[in-house]
């Protein structure tokens, strides 16, 4: 479950890493582009919510940072519809996501 959820989240991070440089260069991003880049994240994310609640408790962490980061992923799409570049978000969005993106590796990968 954890390797499919990892598999999932290297998606999303490209789609994300993708989409922080539109921010960062003063473009927009496509609609579709971001809805799908949440989906495949709450996809990813219920992953890791079934491998918890199947015993994994190692994943809780995971899951608290989790809820950070759609929050402001949220908060951010909102503020890109208003044609904002929320850059500092961007970049405290992206961090947390490779803190956690790191630590779902390390308990999918390591034993």
Excluded: E, W
């Excluded at 999303?12 to 809805?35: E, H, I, N, W």
């Excluded at 405290?92 to 999918?108: E, N, Q, R």
Aim: with cysteine; net charge positive; glycine share 12%.
């Amino acid at each position: 479950m954890l390797m499919f959820s990892l598999a999932v989240f290297t998606l999303v991070a490209v789609m994300g890493l993708s989409m922080a440089c539109d921010v960062f260069q003063g473009r927009g991003t496509p609609k579709l582009y971001a809805l799908v880049h949440g989906g495949m994240a709450l996809l990813g994310s219920a992953l890791v919510i079934i491998a918890a609640l199947q015993g994994d408790s190692r994943v809780f962490v995971n899951i608290g940072l989790a809820v950070a980061i759609i929050v402001v992923g949220i908060y951010i799409s909102f503020q890109r519809a208003k044609g904002i570049r929320p850059r500092g978000l961007v970049a405290l969005h992206g961090a947390t996501a490779v803190v956690c993106y790191l630590i779902l590796g390390y308990f999918a990968l390591g034993r």
